[in-house]
Protein backbone atom coordinates (compact mmCIF):
# COMPACT_ATOMS: atom_id res chain seq x y z
CA UNK A 1 0.00 0.00 0.00
CA UNK A 2 1.00 3.71 -0.73
CA UNK A 3 2.92 5.30 2.12
CA UNK A 4 2.77 9.11 1.62
CA UNK A 5 5.43 10.89 3.41
CA UNK A 6 5.88 14.92 4.55
CA UNK A 7 9.01 16.79 6.37
CA UNK A 8 11.95 18.24 6.37
CA UNK A 9 14.72 17.06 4.16
CA UNK A 10 17.74 18.58 5.03
CA UNK A 11 21.50 18.13 4.40
CA UNK A 12 23.51 17.47 8.67
CA UNK A 13 26.40 17.95 9.26
CA UNK A 14 27.37 15.71 12.81
CA UNK A 15 29.93 15.53 14.85
CA UNK A 16 30.35 12.56 17.61
CA UNK A 17 33.01 11.20 19.84
CA UNK A 18 33.24 8.49 16.71
CA UNK A 19 33.79 10.50 13.65
CA UNK A 20 31.97 13.14 11.92
CA UNK A 21 29.66 13.36 8.70
CA UNK A 22 28.98 16.65 6.34
CA UNK A 23 26.56 17.71 4.33
CA UNK A 24 24.99 14.26 4.45
CA UNK A 25 21.17 13.66 3.35
CA UNK A 26 19.04 14.16 5.96
CA UNK A 27 15.97 15.99 7.80
CA UNK A 28 13.03 13.19 9.27
CA UNK A 29 11.04 12.88 5.86
CA UNK A 30 14.18 11.28 4.41
CA UNK A 31 14.70 9.14 7.44
CA UNK A 32 10.93 8.33 7.72
CA UNK A 33 10.80 7.43 4.14
CA UNK A 34 14.39 5.52 3.45
CA UNK A 35 13.04 3.65 6.61
CA UNK A 36 9.65 2.55 5.29
CA UNK A 37 10.67 1.93 1.86
CA UNK A 38 11.86 -1.12 3.16
CA UNK A 39 8.29 -2.12 3.59
CA UNK A 40 5.70 0.21 1.82
CA UNK A 41 5.47 0.79 -1.97
CA UNK A 42 5.08 2.82 -3.12
CA UNK A 43 7.04 6.27 -1.46
CA UNK A 44 5.67 9.23 -1.54
CA UNK A 45 8.18 12.19 -0.55
CA UNK A 46 6.86 15.45 0.00
CA UNK A 47 9.61 18.07 0.89
CA UNK A 48 10.94 21.21 -0.31
CA UNK A 49 14.67 21.72 -1.15
CA UNK A 50 17.48 24.17 -2.73
CA UNK A 51 19.63 24.61 -5.91
CA UNK A 52 22.13 23.06 -3.82
CA UNK A 53 20.84 19.95 -3.32
CA UNK A 54 22.91 16.97 -4.31
CA UNK A 55 22.27 14.67 -7.20
CA UNK A 56 23.77 12.01 -5.07
CA UNK A 57 20.88 12.75 -2.48
CA UNK A 58 18.63 12.46 -5.34
CA UNK A 59 19.89 9.12 -6.42
CA UNK A 60 19.87 7.72 -2.83
CA UNK A 61 16.23 8.42 -2.78
CA UNK A 62 15.50 6.80 -6.29
CA UNK A 63 18.09 4.25 -5.57
CA UNK A 64 14.97 3.31 -2.70
CA UNK A 65 12.38 3.52 -5.01
CA UNK A 66 11.20 6.76 -3.70
CA UNK A 67 8.61 8.71 -5.69
CA UNK A 68 10.00 12.98 -5.47
CA UNK A 69 7.33 13.91 -7.85
CA UNK A 70 6.21 16.12 -4.07
CA UNK A 71 9.97 16.95 -4.05
CA UNK A 72 9.88 20.52 -4.59
CA UNK A 73 12.83 22.40 -6.01
CA UNK A 74 13.57 25.93 -5.41
CA UNK A 75 16.45 26.69 -7.75
CA UNK A 76 17.32 29.73 -6.53
CA UNK A 77 17.51 28.62 -2.48
CA UNK A 78 19.29 27.01 -0.43
CA UNK A 79 18.55 23.48 1.18
CA UNK A 80 17.60 23.24 5.26
CA UNK A 81 21.17 22.38 6.83
CA UNK A 82 21.43 21.52 10.84
CA UNK A 83 24.36 20.85 12.57
CA UNK A 84 24.14 18.96 15.81
CA UNK A 85 27.25 17.57 18.31
CA UNK A 86 26.65 14.67 20.28
CA UNK A 87 28.47 13.91 23.82
CA UNK A 88 30.38 10.88 24.78
CA UNK A 89 26.75 10.45 26.39
CA UNK A 90 25.25 10.45 23.20
CA UNK A 91 22.02 11.43 25.01
CA UNK A 92 22.99 14.69 25.00
CA UNK A 93 23.50 16.71 21.77
CA UNK A 94 23.85 20.14 21.42
CA UNK A 95 22.24 21.90 18.22
CA UNK A 96 24.76 23.96 16.81
CA UNK A 97 23.39 25.64 14.07
CA UNK A 98 19.69 25.48 11.96
CA UNK A 99 19.57 27.42 8.90
CA UNK A 100 16.13 27.13 7.72
CA UNK A 101 16.40 28.41 4.42
CA UNK A 102 13.74 27.18 1.96
CA UNK A 103 12.05 24.86 4.54
CA UNK A 104 10.92 28.13 6.45
CA UNK A 105 8.65 28.56 4.11
CA UNK A 106 7.46 25.48 3.83
CA UNK A 107 3.29 25.13 2.14
CA UNK A 108 3.34 21.25 1.10
CA UNK A 109 2.02 20.78 -1.88
CA UNK A 110 0.51 17.31 -2.21
CA UNK A 111 0.54 16.22 -6.27
CA UNK A 112 -2.81 15.24 -7.56
CA UNK A 113 -1.14 11.59 -7.99
CA UNK A 114 -0.45 11.66 -4.72
CA UNK A 115 -3.46 12.68 -3.04
CA UNK A 116 -5.31 8.98 -2.95
CA UNK A 117 -2.10 7.44 -0.83
CA UNK A 118 -3.53 5.16 1.74
CA UNK A 119 -1.19 5.59 4.82
CA UNK A 120 0.38 9.24 5.74
CA UNK A 121 3.20 9.91 8.10
CA UNK A 122 3.27 13.48 8.90
CA UNK A 123 7.02 14.78 10.22
CA UNK A 124 7.31 17.35 12.75
CA UNK A 125 5.99 20.63 11.06
CA UNK A 126 3.74 23.15 11.68
CA UNK A 127 0.46 21.70 12.65
CA UNK A 128 -1.35 24.14 10.48
CA UNK A 129 0.62 22.49 7.79
CA UNK A 130 -0.08 18.73 8.79
CA UNK A 131 -3.99 19.96 8.48
CA UNK A 132 -3.44 21.59 5.29
CA UNK A 133 -1.23 18.14 3.99
CA UNK A 134 -4.71 16.44 5.43
CA UNK A 135 -6.61 18.56 3.22
CA UNK A 136 -5.15 17.77 -0.33
CA UNK A 137 -5.32 13.93 0.58
CA UNK A 138 -8.83 11.87 -0.01
CA UNK A 139 -9.40 9.98 3.40
CA UNK A 140 -6.09 8.23 3.65
CA UNK A 141 -6.71 4.48 5.94
CA UNK A 142 -4.52 5.74 8.53
CA UNK A 143 -2.15 8.71 9.69
CA UNK A 144 1.15 8.88 12.04
CA UNK A 145 1.86 12.21 12.64
CA UNK A 146 5.15 13.82 14.92
CA UNK A 147 5.08 16.62 16.42
CA UNK A 148 7.90 18.72 19.14
CA UNK A 149 8.08 20.39 21.90
CA UNK A 150 8.60 23.95 19.80
CA UNK A 151 5.03 23.59 18.60
CA UNK A 152 3.24 22.31 21.50
CA UNK A 153 4.81 25.64 23.24
CA UNK A 154 3.84 28.01 20.43
CA UNK A 155 0.74 26.36 18.44
CA UNK A 156 -0.79 24.18 21.57
CA UNK A 157 -4.41 25.40 19.82
CA UNK A 158 -3.70 24.23 16.42
CA UNK A 159 -1.89 20.95 17.68
CA UNK A 160 -5.19 19.79 19.17
CA UNK A 161 -6.56 20.61 16.16
CA UNK A 162 -4.29 17.97 14.26
CA UNK A 163 -5.07 15.54 16.83
CA UNK A 164 -8.66 15.46 16.02
CA UNK A 165 -7.90 14.41 12.73
CA UNK A 166 -5.33 11.72 12.88
CA UNK A 167 -5.17 8.19 13.83
CA UNK A 168 -1.41 7.22 15.68
CA UNK A 169 0.76 10.01 17.47
CA UNK A 170 4.11 9.09 18.05
CA UNK A 171 5.91 11.54 20.34
CA UNK A 172 8.99 11.56 22.86
CA UNK A 173 7.93 10.74 26.75
CA UNK A 174 8.75 14.57 27.47
CA UNK A 175 6.36 15.81 24.48
CA UNK A 176 3.47 13.41 25.50
CA UNK A 177 3.53 15.09 28.96
CA UNK A 178 3.78 18.65 27.79
CA UNK A 179 0.57 17.89 25.16
CA UNK A 180 -1.40 15.70 28.40
CA UNK A 181 0.00 18.47 30.84
CA UNK A 182 0.66 15.86 33.00
CA UNK A 183 3.53 14.39 34.76
CA UNK A 184 2.80 10.24 34.55
CA UNK A 185 3.48 9.22 30.82
CA UNK A 186 0.67 6.53 31.04
CA UNK A 187 -1.44 8.80 32.00
CA UNK A 188 -0.58 11.51 29.45
CA UNK A 189 -1.01 8.83 26.70
CA UNK A 190 -4.61 7.82 27.83
CA UNK A 191 -5.56 12.06 27.77
CA UNK A 192 -4.16 11.97 24.51
CA UNK A 193 -6.68 9.33 23.33
CA UNK A 194 -8.91 11.46 24.64
CA UNK A 195 -7.76 14.02 22.11
CA UNK A 196 -8.44 12.13 19.31
CA UNK A 197 -5.43 9.38 18.14
CA UNK A 198 -6.50 5.92 18.50
CA UNK A 199 -3.08 4.95 19.21
CA UNK A 200 -0.39 6.86 21.44
CA UNK A 201 3.68 5.60 20.58
CA UNK A 202 5.97 6.92 23.43
CA UNK A 203 9.73 6.65 22.22
CA UNK A 204 11.58 6.48 24.58
CA UNK A 205 15.20 5.90 22.80
CA UNK A 206 17.56 3.56 23.96
CA UNK A 207 14.76 2.20 26.77
CA UNK A 208 12.61 1.99 23.96
CA UNK A 209 8.91 2.19 23.33
CA UNK A 210 5.62 2.33 24.45
CA UNK A 211 2.36 1.92 22.71
CA UNK A 212 -1.04 2.72 24.06
CA UNK A 213 -4.42 2.08 23.41
CA UNK A 214 -7.57 2.22 24.85
CA UNK A 215 -7.62 -1.45 25.01
CA UNK A 216 -3.91 -2.64 25.42
CA UNK A 217 -0.28 -1.33 26.67
CA UNK A 218 2.50 -2.65 24.72
CA UNK A 219 6.58 -2.16 25.57
CA UNK A 220 9.49 -2.80 22.82
CA UNK A 221 12.85 -2.77 24.59
CA UNK A 222 15.63 -0.57 23.45
CA UNK A 223 17.82 -2.72 21.11
CA UNK A 224 21.47 -2.70 23.43
CA UNK A 225 23.95 -1.93 20.93
CA UNK A 226 27.76 -2.08 22.08
CA UNK A 227 28.31 0.59 19.40
CA UNK A 228 25.70 3.30 18.80
CA UNK A 229 27.38 5.42 16.17
CA UNK A 230 24.92 8.46 15.55
CA UNK A 231 21.42 8.50 17.08
CA UNK A 232 20.70 11.44 14.64
CA UNK A 233 16.84 10.43 12.64
CA UNK A 234 16.46 6.93 14.98
CA UNK A 235 13.24 8.11 15.87
CA UNK A 236 11.91 9.15 12.01
CA UNK A 237 13.26 5.72 10.87
CA UNK A 238 11.54 4.53 13.89
CA UNK A 239 8.22 6.15 12.49
CA UNK A 240 9.00 4.94 8.90
CA UNK A 241 9.44 1.14 10.00
CA UNK A 242 6.35 1.67 12.18
CA UNK A 243 3.52 3.01 9.59
CA UNK A 244 5.17 1.10 6.72
CA UNK A 245 4.80 -1.99 8.27
CA UNK A 246 1.18 -0.84 9.21
CA UNK A 247 1.42 -0.14 5.17
CA UNK A 248 2.13 -3.41 4.22
CA UNK A 249 0.36 -5.66 6.53
CA UNK A 250 -3.13 -3.30 6.93
CA UNK A 251 -3.45 -5.10 9.84
CA UNK A 252 -4.94 -2.18 12.37
CA UNK A 253 -5.53 -4.71 15.27
CA UNK A 254 -3.97 -3.83 18.67
CA UNK A 255 -1.23 -7.54 17.49
CA UNK A 256 -0.80 -5.34 14.45
CA UNK A 257 0.04 -2.33 16.21
CA UNK A 258 2.30 -4.44 18.49
CA UNK A 259 4.37 -5.53 15.36
CA UNK A 260 4.47 -2.15 13.82
CA UNK A 261 5.96 -1.11 17.14
CA UNK A 262 8.84 -4.08 16.67
CA UNK A 263 9.69 -3.37 13.36
CA UNK A 264 10.00 0.47 14.36
CA UNK A 265 12.32 -0.54 16.78
CA UNK A 266 14.18 -3.02 14.65
CA UNK A 267 14.55 0.04 12.13
CA UNK A 268 15.32 2.77 14.65
CA UNK A 269 17.94 -0.05 15.73
CA UNK A 270 19.90 -0.26 12.13
CA UNK A 271 20.04 3.68 11.86
CA UNK A 272 21.94 3.92 15.06
CA UNK A 273 24.82 1.99 14.10
CA UNK A 274 26.26 3.69 11.25
CA UNK A 275 26.51 7.07 10.62
CA UNK A 276 23.43 9.52 9.41
CA UNK A 277 21.60 7.39 6.62
CA UNK A 278 24.07 4.65 6.15
CA UNK A 279 22.21 2.34 8.84
CA UNK A 280 19.31 2.71 6.89
CA UNK A 281 21.00 1.41 3.67
CA UNK A 282 21.16 -1.81 1.70
CA UNK A 283 19.36 -3.31 4.48
CA UNK A 284 17.78 -6.79 3.32
CA UNK A 285 14.39 -8.70 4.15
CA UNK A 286 16.03 -11.29 6.03
CA UNK A 287 18.96 -8.76 8.47
CA UNK A 288 14.90 -7.65 9.24
CA UNK A 289 13.23 -10.55 9.73
CA UNK A 290 16.19 -11.55 11.69
CA UNK A 291 16.27 -8.64 13.89
CA UNK A 292 12.60 -8.74 14.70
CA UNK A 293 13.22 -12.56 15.98
CA UNK A 294 16.22 -10.69 18.44
CA UNK A 295 13.62 -8.58 19.74
CA UNK A 296 11.31 -10.93 20.14
CA UNK A 297 13.84 -12.88 22.62
CA UNK A 298 14.84 -9.86 24.04
CA UNK A 299 11.88 -10.34 26.06
CA UNK A 300 10.43 -13.79 26.00
CA UNK A 301 10.68 -15.53 28.96
CA UNK A 302 9.08 -19.05 29.70
CA UNK A 303 5.71 -19.35 31.51
CA UNK A 304 6.36 -19.50 35.35
CA UNK B 1 16.26 -22.27 50.27
CA UNK B 2 17.66 -20.00 53.11
CA UNK B 3 17.71 -16.39 51.83
CA UNK B 4 20.39 -14.49 54.10
CA UNK B 5 19.99 -10.68 53.85
CA UNK B 6 22.13 -7.94 54.79
CA UNK B 7 22.27 -4.48 54.89
CA UNK B 8 20.47 -1.35 56.13
CA UNK B 9 17.55 -0.95 58.55
CA UNK B 10 15.81 1.95 58.62
CA UNK B 11 13.62 4.39 59.65
CA UNK B 12 12.61 7.21 56.58
CA UNK B 13 10.64 9.81 56.42
CA UNK B 14 9.16 10.04 53.17
CA UNK B 15 7.57 13.13 51.30
CA UNK B 16 6.34 12.76 47.78
CA UNK B 17 3.46 15.15 45.77
CA UNK B 18 1.21 12.10 46.72
CA UNK B 19 1.61 12.13 50.50
CA UNK B 20 4.29 11.53 53.34
CA UNK B 21 5.61 8.83 55.62
CA UNK B 22 7.01 9.71 59.19
CA UNK B 23 9.61 7.44 60.29
CA UNK B 24 8.36 4.25 58.48
CA UNK B 25 10.68 1.07 58.60
CA UNK B 26 12.78 1.46 55.61
CA UNK B 27 16.33 0.41 54.49
CA UNK B 28 17.52 -1.68 52.04
CA UNK B 29 17.74 -4.89 54.00
CA UNK B 30 14.30 -4.62 54.98
CA UNK B 31 12.92 -3.71 51.38
CA UNK B 32 14.89 -7.30 50.10
CA UNK B 33 14.13 -9.32 53.02
CA UNK B 34 10.57 -8.67 52.78
CA UNK B 35 10.06 -8.53 49.05
CA UNK B 36 12.16 -12.26 49.01
CA UNK B 37 10.19 -13.60 51.64
CA UNK B 38 7.47 -13.66 49.10
CA UNK B 39 9.62 -16.60 47.58
CA UNK B 40 12.31 -17.75 49.71
CA UNK B 41 12.19 -19.02 53.27
CA UNK B 42 13.86 -18.89 55.68
CA UNK B 43 14.80 -15.27 55.01
CA UNK B 44 17.29 -14.46 57.26
CA UNK B 45 18.17 -10.47 58.58
CA UNK B 46 21.35 -9.23 59.10
CA UNK B 47 21.54 -5.34 60.67
CA UNK B 48 22.13 -3.15 63.17
CA UNK B 49 18.97 -0.72 65.09
CA UNK B 50 18.83 1.33 68.34
CA UNK B 51 16.81 1.23 70.85
CA UNK B 52 14.39 3.24 69.07
CA UNK B 53 13.46 0.69 67.23
CA UNK B 54 9.60 0.45 67.23
CA UNK B 55 8.32 -2.82 68.37
CA UNK B 56 5.90 -1.95 65.49
CA UNK B 57 8.83 -2.74 63.44
CA UNK B 58 9.81 -5.91 64.27
CA UNK B 59 5.91 -7.09 64.33
CA UNK B 60 5.97 -6.43 60.59
CA UNK B 61 8.99 -7.99 59.90
CA UNK B 62 8.18 -11.00 62.17
CA UNK B 63 4.71 -11.26 60.26
CA UNK B 64 6.77 -12.02 56.96
CA UNK B 65 8.52 -14.85 58.63
CA UNK B 66 11.84 -12.94 58.86
CA UNK B 67 14.22 -14.61 60.84
CA UNK B 68 15.50 -11.78 63.12
CA UNK B 69 18.30 -13.20 65.06
CA UNK B 70 20.60 -11.19 62.94
CA UNK B 71 18.92 -7.96 63.80
CA UNK B 72 21.83 -6.12 66.24
CA UNK B 73 19.98 -4.06 68.80
CA UNK B 74 22.46 -1.52 69.85
CA UNK B 75 19.79 -0.08 73.24
CA UNK B 76 21.96 3.14 73.66
CA UNK B 77 22.04 3.91 70.00
CA UNK B 78 19.81 5.55 67.64
CA UNK B 79 18.41 3.58 64.30
CA UNK B 80 19.68 5.05 60.93
CA UNK B 81 17.33 7.59 59.94
CA UNK B 82 17.21 8.80 56.33
CA UNK B 83 14.63 11.58 55.25
CA UNK B 84 13.96 12.43 51.09
CA UNK B 85 12.06 14.23 49.34
CA UNK B 86 10.43 13.88 45.64
CA UNK B 87 9.83 16.08 42.78
CA UNK B 88 6.53 15.56 41.14
CA UNK B 89 8.67 14.29 38.80
CA UNK B 90 9.22 10.94 40.98
CA UNK B 91 12.54 10.30 39.00
CA UNK B 92 14.17 13.19 41.12
CA UNK B 93 14.60 12.80 44.87
CA UNK B 94 16.29 15.20 47.73
CA UNK B 95 17.73 13.77 50.36
CA UNK B 96 16.71 15.69 53.20
CA UNK B 97 19.37 14.14 55.78
CA UNK B 98 21.13 10.87 56.60
CA UNK B 99 21.77 10.25 60.25
CA UNK B 100 23.79 6.46 60.49
CA UNK B 101 23.76 6.67 63.70
CA UNK B 102 24.04 3.34 65.23
CA UNK B 103 24.56 1.96 60.99
CA UNK B 104 27.64 4.06 60.91
CA UNK B 105 30.21 0.97 62.50
CA UNK B 106 28.00 -1.23 61.31
CA UNK B 107 30.09 -4.49 61.39
CA UNK B 108 27.63 -7.53 60.37
CA UNK B 109 28.24 -10.60 62.36
CA UNK B 110 26.48 -13.70 60.66
CA UNK B 111 24.76 -15.51 63.54
CA UNK B 112 25.85 -19.32 63.32
CA UNK B 113 22.30 -20.95 62.52
CA UNK B 114 22.90 -18.24 58.97
CA UNK B 115 26.36 -19.79 58.00
CA UNK B 116 25.15 -21.99 55.59
CA UNK B 117 22.77 -19.92 54.00
CA UNK B 118 21.85 -21.51 50.21
CA UNK B 119 21.71 -18.21 48.89
CA UNK B 120 23.11 -14.92 50.24
CA UNK B 121 22.34 -10.87 49.37
CA UNK B 122 24.70 -8.38 49.95
CA UNK B 123 23.14 -4.81 50.24
CA UNK B 124 24.88 -1.64 49.63
CA UNK B 125 27.92 -1.31 52.36
CA UNK B 126 30.88 -1.13 52.39
CA UNK B 127 32.74 -3.65 50.08
CA UNK B 128 35.08 -4.75 52.94
CA UNK B 129 31.86 -5.44 55.11
CA UNK B 130 30.23 -7.06 52.16
CA UNK B 131 33.28 -9.22 52.13
CA UNK B 132 33.38 -10.13 55.84
CA UNK B 133 29.64 -11.40 55.27
CA UNK B 134 31.30 -13.98 52.91
CA UNK B 135 33.83 -14.92 55.19
CA UNK B 136 31.60 -15.59 57.78
CA UNK B 137 29.28 -18.02 55.16
CA UNK B 138 29.63 -21.69 53.96
CA UNK B 139 29.92 -21.61 50.40
CA UNK B 140 26.69 -20.04 49.96
CA UNK B 141 25.05 -21.43 45.84
CA UNK B 142 24.66 -17.67 45.01
CA UNK B 143 25.78 -14.27 46.17
CA UNK B 144 23.78 -11.05 44.96
CA UNK B 145 25.11 -7.99 45.85
CA UNK B 146 24.44 -4.30 44.97
CA UNK B 147 26.47 -1.20 45.19
CA UNK B 148 26.43 2.70 44.89
CA UNK B 149 28.43 5.51 43.21
CA UNK B 150 30.01 6.25 46.51
CA UNK B 151 31.97 2.81 47.01
CA UNK B 152 32.84 3.26 43.24
CA UNK B 153 33.90 6.43 43.84
CA UNK B 154 36.00 5.83 47.33
CA UNK B 155 36.62 2.59 47.63
CA UNK B 156 36.95 1.09 43.98
CA UNK B 157 39.69 -0.99 44.88
CA UNK B 158 38.05 -3.04 47.53
CA UNK B 159 34.88 -3.54 45.15
CA UNK B 160 36.40 -5.08 42.47
CA UNK B 161 37.81 -7.73 45.51
CA UNK B 162 34.35 -7.83 46.22
CA UNK B 163 33.12 -8.60 42.51
CA UNK B 164 35.66 -10.86 42.42
CA UNK B 165 33.51 -13.63 44.78
CA UNK B 166 30.07 -12.26 43.96
CA UNK B 167 27.53 -14.17 41.32
CA UNK B 168 24.66 -11.34 40.42
CA UNK B 169 25.88 -7.96 41.06
CA UNK B 170 22.73 -5.85 40.31
CA UNK B 171 23.30 -1.55 39.42
CA UNK B 172 21.71 0.94 38.08
CA UNK B 173 22.88 2.05 34.79
CA UNK B 174 25.02 4.89 36.29
CA UNK B 175 26.95 2.63 38.48
CA UNK B 176 27.53 -0.40 35.58
CA UNK B 177 28.89 2.91 33.40
CA UNK B 178 30.96 3.64 36.65
CA UNK B 179 32.40 0.38 37.87
CA UNK B 180 33.15 -0.25 34.33
CA UNK B 181 34.60 3.20 33.43
CA UNK B 182 32.80 3.08 29.64
CA UNK B 183 29.97 5.00 28.44
CA UNK B 184 28.15 2.72 26.80
CA UNK B 185 25.91 0.59 29.54
CA UNK B 186 25.70 -3.17 27.24
CA UNK B 187 29.98 -3.18 27.20
CA UNK B 188 29.96 -1.76 30.77
CA UNK B 189 27.76 -4.86 31.62
CA UNK B 190 30.33 -7.13 30.18
CA UNK B 191 33.17 -5.58 31.31
CA UNK B 192 31.70 -6.01 34.59
CA UNK B 193 31.12 -9.56 33.82
CA UNK B 194 35.20 -10.29 32.90
CA UNK B 195 35.20 -9.01 37.05
CA UNK B 196 33.73 -11.99 38.40
CA UNK B 197 29.89 -11.95 38.08
CA UNK B 198 28.33 -14.51 35.75
CA UNK B 199 25.51 -11.95 35.73
CA UNK B 200 24.92 -8.14 35.81
CA UNK B 201 21.40 -6.67 36.13
CA UNK B 202 21.09 -3.01 35.28
CA UNK B 203 18.27 -1.42 36.85
CA UNK B 204 16.81 1.93 34.98
CA UNK B 205 14.19 2.52 37.36
CA UNK B 206 10.57 2.99 35.18
CA UNK B 207 12.54 1.83 32.17
CA UNK B 208 13.00 -1.52 33.68
CA UNK B 209 16.11 -3.76 33.62
CA UNK B 210 18.41 -5.19 31.85
CA UNK B 211 19.89 -9.09 32.24
CA UNK B 212 23.42 -9.60 30.79
CA UNK B 213 25.56 -12.82 31.26
CA UNK B 214 28.23 -14.19 28.70
CA UNK B 215 25.57 -15.94 26.66
CA UNK B 216 22.41 -13.78 27.27
CA UNK B 217 20.90 -10.37 26.90
CA UNK B 218 17.61 -9.85 28.23
CA UNK B 219 15.55 -7.10 28.94
CA UNK B 220 12.02 -6.42 31.32
CA UNK B 221 10.40 -3.24 30.80
CA UNK B 222 9.21 -0.97 33.43
CA UNK B 223 5.87 -1.69 34.73
CA UNK B 224 3.12 0.96 33.24
CA UNK B 225 1.62 2.70 35.99
CA UNK B 226 -0.80 5.41 36.32
CA UNK B 227 -0.21 6.44 39.86
CA UNK B 228 3.57 5.65 41.57
CA UNK B 229 3.65 6.75 45.26
CA UNK B 230 6.69 6.00 46.13
CA UNK B 231 9.97 5.13 44.28
CA UNK B 232 11.72 4.71 47.91
CA UNK B 233 13.06 0.74 48.09
CA UNK B 234 11.95 -0.01 44.48
CA UNK B 235 15.69 -1.31 43.94
CA UNK B 236 15.86 -3.39 46.68
CA UNK B 237 12.55 -5.05 46.35
CA UNK B 238 13.45 -5.75 42.86
CA UNK B 239 17.16 -7.65 44.24
CA UNK B 240 14.60 -9.24 47.27
CA UNK B 241 12.10 -10.74 44.07
CA UNK B 242 14.90 -11.47 42.08
CA UNK B 243 16.65 -13.43 44.87
CA UNK B 244 14.03 -14.86 46.12
CA UNK B 245 12.85 -16.53 42.85
CA UNK B 246 16.23 -17.88 42.47
CA UNK B 247 16.02 -18.98 45.62
CA UNK B 248 12.84 -20.72 45.48
CA UNK B 249 13.54 -22.24 41.98
CA UNK B 250 16.99 -23.18 42.59
CA UNK B 251 17.22 -22.93 38.47
CA UNK B 252 20.13 -20.82 37.85
CA UNK B 253 20.08 -21.00 34.16
CA UNK B 254 19.87 -18.27 31.86
CA UNK B 255 16.22 -19.03 31.61
CA UNK B 256 15.82 -19.22 35.79
CA UNK B 257 17.66 -15.76 35.57
CA UNK B 258 15.57 -14.08 33.09
CA UNK B 259 12.15 -15.39 35.17
CA UNK B 260 14.05 -13.75 38.24
CA UNK B 261 14.56 -10.69 36.32
CA UNK B 262 10.82 -10.85 35.90
CA UNK B 263 9.78 -11.57 39.44
CA UNK B 264 11.90 -8.91 40.61
CA UNK B 265 10.23 -5.97 38.61
CA UNK B 266 7.05 -7.59 39.66
CA UNK B 267 7.77 -6.72 43.08
CA UNK B 268 9.33 -3.34 42.62
CA UNK B 269 6.37 -2.34 40.42
CA UNK B 270 4.33 -3.61 43.65
CA UNK B 271 6.67 -1.56 45.86
CA UNK B 272 5.85 1.80 44.36
CA UNK B 273 2.15 1.64 44.21
CA UNK B 274 2.24 1.97 47.70
CA UNK B 275 4.08 4.36 50.09
CA UNK B 276 7.00 3.27 51.79
CA UNK B 277 6.78 -0.60 52.59
CA UNK B 278 3.08 -0.72 52.44
CA UNK B 279 3.47 -1.85 48.93
CA UNK B 280 5.02 -5.44 50.29
CA UNK B 281 2.31 -6.12 52.48
CA UNK B 282 -0.13 -8.57 52.36
CA UNK B 283 0.35 -9.26 48.86
CA UNK B 284 -0.82 -12.72 47.65
CA UNK B 285 0.38 -15.50 45.58
CA UNK B 286 -2.33 -15.12 42.56
CA UNK B 287 -1.25 -11.47 43.04
CA UNK B 288 2.07 -12.07 41.94
CA UNK B 289 1.58 -14.73 39.31
CA UNK B 290 -1.27 -12.63 37.58
CA UNK B 291 1.51 -9.71 37.87
CA UNK B 292 4.18 -12.17 35.79
CA UNK B 293 1.46 -12.62 33.10
CA UNK B 294 0.39 -8.86 33.09
CA UNK B 295 4.43 -8.83 32.49
CA UNK B 296 4.43 -11.27 29.61
CA UNK B 297 1.87 -9.76 27.89
CA UNK B 298 3.47 -6.43 27.77
CA UNK B 299 6.16 -7.18 25.90
CA UNK B 300 4.63 -10.49 23.44
CA UNK B 301 3.93 -9.93 20.43
CA UNK B 302 3.09 -12.92 18.15
CA UNK B 303 5.74 -14.25 15.44
CA UNK B 304 5.79 -11.55 12.41
Known amino acids: MSLLVVGSVALDTIDTPLGRAENALGGSAVY???AGSYLAAPVRLVGVVGGDFPSEAIELLRSRSIDLEGLEIVRDGKTFRWGGKYHSDLNVRDTLYTDLNVFEHFDPKIPAAYRKSDYVCLG??????????????DSPKLVVCDTMNFWIDRKYQDLLNTLRLIDVLIVNDEEARGIAREANVLKSARCILDMGPRAVVVKKGEHGALLVTKTMVFTAPGYPLEEVHDPTGAGDAFAGGFTGYLAKTENLSDDGLKRALVYG???????????????????????LSARVKEFQKLSHFDGV
Chains 1, 2 share one sequence.
Do not use: M, W
Open 124 to 137: NIDPVLQQKVLQQT
Open 265 to 287: SVLASFCIEKFSLAGLEGLTESQ
Open 32 to 34: VAV
